[in-house]
């Protein structure tokens, strides 16, 4: 029929043909079919005749394949089995497509409350609304999808309208996390995998987005109560939940910070308390309670960095928060010390012997490891180092330190964490130390080679390198005799090893051991070489005033009283005082107390240190004025012309790392740079700087 040549080829009448039968099929028995059902049975029905339309379909095109392969393709018609489908869609999908849709979303409304239903017959029915668009997801989406969707929100909007009233911030989460978790199960199981984002969207948005704020708020069930009472899984479920939220991570980020700031906070108020009440029965318990407050803050940082990592899954935003809320009080000090002061006595106390902290190696470390983590808080960290080394420089001149492998062990943490120009000092110090050792034995060898060079006592000398230790200040001490050949012999050994190096005796530093000969027995006293000088004195006169001693000794005023109130006045009374009182004062009179005795036969005469805090701070200063001008100096040779706001702002971030440079030091040093010819102002703006080369 179709090969003959016209007017014998019926190809069109065929092809018309076959429009037709499907047309005549539909209208006279698939119809009023489904036109009689309604609800779940129409649905039955509507899924029953589209397969047996494509059977249908599929037979028919395969009789009249011929013209599919030759008719078809020259004319460029829609081909049989388009033909077949686009009847369907015209005759009967146009008409039942609304009922349909209805029917299918009532069956869904009626399986979130809980009921069970037919999942396969909803694939099928959906399948339908994706395979008549040939290729194309339009019908699904907007005759189906665009509804589904608005229903959706619907639904869950009002849920979640009771929920919030009902529910505390735990159950509602379980719920939400339940809803979505059901929803992606629906998905799976008969609806368009397409539709998953835009359905999750709706119930994050219902469940989440709208009831944020008030979720995070509840009074005793929000983020606040659950960080109060460390509910690590709510927790956790929070995030997961608010992550998938635009912008959702914020409010509770926000909360997290200031739920540490106002921990952190009272556990300084604490420790303020503290220190205040134990001020006044002794100093050494305010020690104490310093150790304390820093071992909190520790764990503290432990508690909440555990949270950071585990709950919040290492998100940035919380490790800022974290670090944000940790500056605001790790920068507070406690009764008059800053917390860089804290921190630098804390690690004094665990490096040194007879501390009051006692670990095993394994927890010293940890330890070091944590304090490092929590110098990155603070915000003046050259007051850290430079009370470190006034530490570091007693622990190892008094032989004080438990372990030069953690001592080494801290400053190469700190190096990394702060760069190297951080520890090199202290660095040298430990490094002066193994060589005055290796000195002190050359010292020996020298001694035994040379008799004729015999000191008459046992010397050690701890020799050191200016630069790397705190500035000590060294008095022309007048050394009794026996001492000053000491001095001497090492000298003559120095200079055997090298010329050109000056030597400063620093007698503040020194101890001494002096055999003292008291009437009830003899005993060895350990002193320091000021109180050794004072009392080598008493051998050649028994009875000396004050003025006597200070013009022998050749020292000031406030070491004269400091060194005569731990002979007399202390828990040793190696001297008779007149008038017998409890303060030294210019008028009085010492002699030899040959009564003397104790328990012990070796006592250690203690002599109370100066209070160095004020020093410490004066030199840290004087330093930051140097790294200020260095700063300004180095901005300037590579700008050559800026204005002043700009040059303040770069030198704060350049020095930021190290300290908080005041914005009030940095115009003085600005102007001091000025007269000195490093800058000049610019003569028609006087913000503005040159750079003079």
Same mark, same amino acid.
């Given at each position: 029929?179709?090969?003959?040549?016209?007017?014998?080829?019926?190809?069109q009448?065929?092809?018309?043909?076959?429009?037709?039968?499907?047309?005549?099929?539909?209208?006279?028995?698939?119809?009023?079919?489904?036109r009689e059902?309604?609800?779940?049975?129409?649905?039955?029905?509507?899924?029953k005749?589209w397969?047996?339309?494509? &059977?249908?379909?599929?037979?028919?095109?395969?009789?009249?394949?011929?013209?599919?392969?030759?008719?078809?393709?020259?004319?460029?018609?829609p081909?049989?089995?388009e033909?077949?489908?686009t009847?369907?869609? =015209?005759?009967?999908?146009?008409?039942?497509?609304?009922?349909?849709?209805?029917?299918?979303?009532?069956?869904?409304?009626?399986?979130?409350?809980?009921?069970q239903?037919d999942?396969?017959?909803?694939?099928?029915?959906?399948?339908?609304?994706?395979? *008549?668009?040939? /290729?194309q997801?339009?019908?699904?989406?907007?005759?189906?999808?665009?509804?589904?969707?608005?229903?959706?929100?619907?639904?869950?909007?009002?849920?979640?309208?009771?929920? *919030? &009233?009902?529910?505390?911030?735990?159950?509602y989460?379980?719920?939400?996390?339940?809803?979505?978790?059901?929803?992606?199960?629906?998905? $799976?199981?008969?609806?368009?995998? $397409?539709?998953?984002?835009?359905?999750?969207?709706?119930v994050?948005?219902?469940?989440?987005?709208?009831?944020?704020?008030?979720l995070?708020?509840?009074?005793?069930?929000?983020c606040?109560?659950?960080?109060?009472?460390?509910? &690590?899984?709510?927790? $956790?479920?929070?995030?997961r939940?608010?992550?998938?939220?635009?912008?959702?991570l914020?409010?509770?980020?926000s *909360?997290?910070?200031?739920?540490?700031?106002? =921990?952190?906070t009272?556990?300084?108020?604490?420790?303020?308390?503290?220190?205040?009440?134990?001020?006044?029965?002794?100093?050494?318990? &305010?020690?104490?309670?310093?150790?304390?407050?820093?071992?909190?803050?520790?764990?503290?940082?432990?508690?909440?960095?555990?949270?950071?990592?585990?709950?919040?899954?290492?998100?940035?935003?919380?490790?800022?928060?974290?670090?944000?809320?940790?500056?605001?009080?790790?920068?507070?000090?406690v009764? /008059?010390?800053?917390?860089?002061?804290?921190?630098?006595?804390?690690c004094?106390?665990?490096?040194k012997k007879?501390?009051?902290?006692?670990?095993?190696?394994?927890?010293?470390?940890?330890?070091?490891?944590?304090?490092?983590?929590?110098?990155?808080y603070?915000?003046?960290?050259?007051?850290?180092?430079?009370?470190?080394?006034?530490?570091?420089?007693?622990?190892?001149?008094?032989?004080?330190?438990?372990?030069?492998?953690?001592?080494?062990?801290?400053l190469?943490?700190?190096?990394q964490?702060?760069?190297?120009?951080?520890? $090199?000092?202290?660095?040298?110090?430990?490094?002066?130390?193994?060589?005055?050792?290796?000195?002190?034995?050359?010292?020996?060898?020298?001694?035994?080679n040379?008799?004729?060079?015999?000191?008459?006592?046992?010397?050690?000398?701890?020799?050191?390198?200016?630069?790397f230790?705190?500035?000590?200040?060294?008095?022309?001490?007048?050394?009794?005799?026996?001492?000053?050949?000491?001095?001497?012999?090492?000298?003559?050994f120095?200079?055997?090893?090298?010329?050109?190096?000056?030597?400063?005796?620093?007698?503040?530093l /020194?101890?001494?051991?002096?055999i003292?000969?008291?009437?009830?027995?003899?005993?060895?006293?350990?002193?320091?070489?000021?109180?050794?000088?004072?009392?080598?004195l008493?051998?050649?006169?028994?009875?000396?005033?004050?003025?006597? *001693?200070?013009?022998?000794?050749?020292l000031?005023?406030?070491?004269?009283?400091?060194?005569?109130?731990?002979?007399?006045?202390?828990?040793?009374?190696?001297?008779?005082?007149?008038?017998?009182?409890?303060?030294?004062?210019?008028?009085d009179?010492?002699?030899?107390?040959?009564n003397?005795?104790?328990?012990?036969?070796?006592?250690?005469?203690?002599?109370?240190?100066v209070?160095?805090k004020?020093?410490?701070?004066?030199?840290?200063?004087?330093?930051r004025?140097y790294?200020?001008?260095?700063?300004?100096?180095?901005?300037?040779?590579?700008?050559?012309?800026?204005?002043?706001?700009?040059?303040?702002?770069?030198?704060?971030?350049?020095?930021?790392?190290?300290?908080?440079?005041?914005?009030?030091a940095?115009?003085k040093?600005i102007?001091?740079?000025?007269?000195?010819?490093?800058?000049?102002r610019?003569?028609?703006?006087?913000?503005?700087?040159?750079?003079?080369?």
């Open positions: 029929m179709c090969t003959q040549k016209p007017p014998h080829d019926y190809s009448q065929l092809y018309d043909k076959y429009r037709e039968s499907f047309e005549e099929y539909i209208t006279s028995t698939v119809l009023p079919s489904l059902k309604h609800d779940e049975y129409m649905l039955r029905e509507l899924v005749r397969a047996n339309h494509k &059977v249908m379909v599929r037979w028919l095109s395969r009789f009249f394949h011929y013209l599919d392969r030759y008719f078809i393709a020259r004319r460029s018609l081909p049989l089995n033909v077949g489908l009847c369907f869609r =015209e005759l009967v999908y146009q008409e039942v497509n609304a009922k349909v849709r209805d029917a299918v979303i009532s069956l869904i409304d009626q399986e979130r409350e809980g009921e239903i999942r396969a017959l909803l694939k099928n029915v959906l399948d339908i609304f994706v395979e *008549i668009g040939m /290729g997801m339009d019908y699904y989406e907007n005759d189906f999808e665009a509804t589904l969707l608005k229903d959706t929100a619907a639904y869950y909007s009002r849920k979640a309208a009771n929920w *919030i &009233v009902d529910d505390s911030c735990p159950d989460m379980l719920k939400a996390e339940d809803c979505l978790k059901r929803e992606k199960d629906r998905v $799976s199981h008969y609806l368009h995998s $397409s539709s998953e984002p835009k359905l999750l969207e709706k994050q948005h219902e469940l989440l987005s709208v009831w944020a704020n008030r995070l708020d509840k009074e005793h069930s929000g606040h109560a659950l960080l109060r009472d460390d509910k &690590v899984e709510d927790l $956790s479920r929070m995030f939940l608010f992550s998938k939220i635009p912008r959702g914020d409010p509770v980020s *909360i997290f910070k200031q739920h540490v700031t106002a =921990e952190g009272t556990l300084v108020k604490q420790a303020e308390d503290a220190a205040s009440t134990k001020k006044a029965e002794k100093r050494d318990v &305010v020690g104490m309670q310093e150790q304390v407050f820093v071992r909190k803050v520790i764990e503290l940082h432990d508690k909440y960095l555990a949270y950071v990592n585990d709950c919040f899954q290492n998100h940035s935003l919380f490790h800022k928060a974290l670090k944000e809320a940790f500056e605001v009080f790790c920068n507070k000090g009764a /008059g010390s800053s917390s860089a002061e804290l921190l630098a006595t804390f004094d106390n665990i490096l007879g501390g009051s902290e006692k670990l095993s190696d394994e927890a010293i470390e940890e330890t070091l490891e944590k304090v490092v983590k929590l110098l990155a603070i915000s003046d960290k050259d007051m850290f180092a430079e009370f470190y080394r006034k530490k570091l420089a007693r622990r190892l001149l008094f032989d004080k330190s438990a372990n030069d492998d953690h001592e080494r062990s801290i190469t943490k700190l190096k964490q702060c760069g190297g120009q951080f520890t $090199s000092k202290m660095e040298g110090m430990v490094t002066d130390l193994t060589l005055a050792r290796e000195n002190q034995t050359n010292f020996e060898e020298y001694l035994s040379n008799p004729n060079a015999n000191p008459g006592i046992d010397l050690t000398v701890t020799v050191l390198t200016t630069g230790w705190p500035s000590y200040k060294s008095f022309d001490l007048n050394l009794p005799a026996e001492m000053i050949k000491c001095v001497e012999v090492f000298r003559d120095y200079q055997t090893k090298t010329k050109h190096r000056k030597l400063t005796w620093i007698y503040s /020194g101890t001494c051991n002096l003292g000969k008291f009437e009830p027995k003899t005993m060895e006293l350990i002193v320091t070489t000021y109180q050794a000088s004072a009392l080598l008493f051998n050649s006169s028994d009875r000396l005033s004050y003025s006597e *001693i200070m013009t022998q000794l050749n000031s005023d406030d070491d004269i009283v400091r060194l005569l109130h731990s002979l007399s006045c202390a828990k040793y009374k190696i001297l008779n005082k007149e008038p017998s009182t409890k303060t030294i004062s210019p008028t009179h010492f002699e030899f107390n040959s003397f005795t104790d328990k012990m036969r070796r006592i250690k005469i203690p002599l109370p240190p209070d160095e004020k020093k410490v701070i004066e030199d840290v200063d004087k330093d004025r790294a200020i001008d260095a700063s300004i100096v180095r901005i300037m040779k590579s700008r050559k012309v800026l204005g002043h706001q700009q040059l303040v702002t770069e030198c704060v971030e350049q020095l930021g790392r190290m300290f908080k440079p005041d914005f009030k940095i115009k040093r102007e001091d740079l000025i007269t000195r010819d490093y800058l000049e610019d003569k028609d703006n006087p913000n503005t700087f040159r750079y003079l080369a």
